[in-house]
């Protein structure tokens, strides 16, 4: 049996028993794969868009919805919608960390909306970028860091969409998270998981060769995108560029500098760091000899090279 085949059986029968007829669908690979396993148990499925932002999901999950004949409730929201869920995301996520933040809101927005409907479960391609190496920052590595990065990812990853879903009551089924595909990825070289087509580096290659056959080309052979830039909420960034002044940033981070002892890098983490010191207070530093970041003090988690709460990279 080849590799491809393998796979492909192993996710039919992790996916068969997961319950969930709805997926949070990007039009990526990941999300697209789990809608072909489930295309015949009626499945909904919902993506969230922009209104005042590019996304590039929008023209691909139209695109995988119409391949598998599963209906497609694109979710419009506005700018003032994504603020409100900003606010709400950071109160979840306890850190200002404005990567993660950004991508998050697009997770909160999503399941607010399944919530609305009285969705209890959901399907979620977590887990797929970090056990078949689907990141872009993967792609450049040698053998020999792609494997050691790849063990220290591991360790450290974590879906803050299972935080956010915890407070809509929702329950999110990840079937790239099962122990037999985890199992499955170790048993595979490097070369099924990042290689080159037409000279050009691609991760998850395992998953693109397997499902080449089974899905849209525009799909299969789609490179990562964050869901940042998929939904649009990476046009946040010159969002606060624009509505806060050089002037007002550097007051503000002077006096945050001096009172708290925190580095904010951007107008963007300015914002989030605002809404963040109404509801916590950033962890005082009482171990020196710890591993602390140091922009904001906050402890860094061991095999980690960031920080959690206010997204510096790397440490």
């Known amino acids: 049996m080849t590799n491809e085949i393998e796979i492909y059986e192993i996710l039919d029968e992790v996916i068969s028993k997961c319950k969930s007829r709805w997926i949070s669908l990007s039009g990526g690979l990941d999300s697209s794969i789990i809608g072909h396993f489930i295309k015949n148990r009626n499945p909904n499925s919902l993506t969230i868009i922009t209104k005042d932002f590019l996304g590039t999901d929008l023209t691909y999950s139209q695109i995988i919805s119409k391949h598998l004949d599963m209906p497609l409730e694109i979710c419009y929201v506005s700018t003032e919608q994504i603020l409100d869920g900003i606010k709400n995301t950071i109160k979840i996520l306890k850190n200002f960390n404005d990567i993660e933040i950004r991508n998050a809101v697009v997770m909160y927005m999503s399941l607010e909306a399944l919530h609305r409907k009285n969705v209890k479960t959901v399907l979620a391609g977590d887990g797929a970028d970090e056990i ?107 969002l606060f560029e624009s509505i806060i002044s050089d002037e007002l940033f550097a007051k503000k981070t002077e006096k945050i500098k001096t009172g708290d002892g925190v580095t904010i890098r951007s107008k963007e983490s300015l914002h989030y760091y605002e809404i963040f010191k109404e509801n916590f207070e950033i962890p005082e530093n009482s171990d020196p000899s710890g591993n602390y970041c140091p922009d904001c003090t906050s402890k860094i988690g061991e095999n980690s090279k960031f920080c959690r709460i206010c997204g510096k990279f790397p440490i």
């Open 132 to 238: 078949f190496a689907g990141y872009n920052f993967l792609l450049k590595k040698t053998t020999e860091e792609l494997e050691e990065e790849l063990k220290r990812i591991r360790k450290v990853m974590h879906f803050s969409s299972q935080e956010i879903a915890k407070t809509f009551g929702i329950e999110i089924e990840s079937p790239f998270l099962d122990k037999r595909i985890i199992d499955f990825a170790d048993t595979i070289p490097l070369s099924m998981k990042v290689n080159n087509k037409n000279e050009k580096i691609f991760g998850k290659w395992i998953l693109r060769k397997a499902f080449e056959e089974h899905l849209p080309k525009s799909i299969v052979w789609r490179e990562k995108s964050p869901m940042q830039d998929g939904a649009g909420t990476v046009g946040l960034s010159n």
